[in-house]
């Protein structure tokens, strides 16, 4: 079974311009999530989608950030523009989702993005 | 608001010891667990879980105690083995039906030979 597909995995950028990250979950996973990862704390959740709906964006900065899930598939997240503390990797994970159970809960991590701002 | 929380931020133990990973939360409300390990240049990969209606969960090498009075869980590894060097995330959520999780900031444990 194919994991979750993120790319590209590493970028550098200059603060205030834009990037944008691509994720593919896994096969049949309806719930994606996007999370931030700041070098030397746990990955914090920026949004989720449930199928092309979102679920929870509350620690997503609108003002400079923003996701789709266009088709309930593929999903980019992109900074517009980026400051220096946007420096960290950047998580995608799916899940089978909201099917009830606590195995649900199991998330499934792509490989990240590593975002340098310069 | 860091509802999860790692105070070891690293842990050195031979290889054919146990490895002991603490983790403490703060919300009442979380009711499912669950460990996941990384290594360098990786996505997290899921470990091992309990829910709140365990106390234990055993997988191989891999045992987690959960005491809900004192909002402390814990990770053994038994035997520790060179591969097992990698960071360990302790994460929680409020399930069902809420599948956020929240994560503490990590253990980087190193199995020495």
């Known amino acids: 079974e194919a994991g979750v597909a993120q790319s590209p995995r590493y970028k550098i950028i200059e603060k205030r311009q834009s990037v944008a990250f691509w994720c593919n979950p896994i096969?049949?996973?309806?719930?994606l999530y996007w999370y931030q990862q700041i070098l030397g704390q746990g990955p914090k959740l920026l949004i989720q989608?449930?199928?092309?709906?979102?679920?929870?964006d509350s620690q997503l900065p609108k003002d400079r950030f923003s996701a789709e899930r266009l088709k309930g598939v593929d999903s980019t997240l992109k900074i517009q523009p980026a400051k220096l503390e946007d420096s960290a990797v950047y998580l995608c994970?799916?899940?089978?989702?909201?099917?009830?159970?606590?195995?649900?809960?199991?998330?499934?991590f792509g490989p990240g993005t590593r975002l340098t701002v310069l | 608001d860091q509802q999860v929380k790692q105070n070891s931020p690293s842990l050195s133990v031979q290889e054919g010891r146990i490895s002991i990973l603490n983790c403490d939360y703060t919300?009442?409300?979380?009711?499912?667990f669950l460990w996941y390990k990384k290594y360098p240049a990786e996505g997290p990969t899921f470990l091992i879980s309990i829910s709140s209606i365990k106390d234990k969960n055993e997988d191989g090498r891999f045992t987690v105690f959960l005491n809900k009075s004192a909002k402390h869980l814990s990770l053994h590894i038994v035997p520790s083995q060179p591969g097992d060097s990698a960071v360990y995330f302790c994460a929680a959520s409020a399930g069902p039906g809420d599948y956020k999780l929240s994560f503490g900031a990590g253990t980087t444990v190193t199995v020495r030979a």
């Open positions: 919300n009442s409300m979380f009711d499912y």
């Open positions: 989608f449930q199928n092309n709906g979102v679920v929870d």
């Open positions: 096969s049949g996973h309806a719930t």
């Open positions: 994970a799916s899940s089978l989702g909201l099917a009830g159970g606590y195995s649900y809960n199991e998330q499934f």
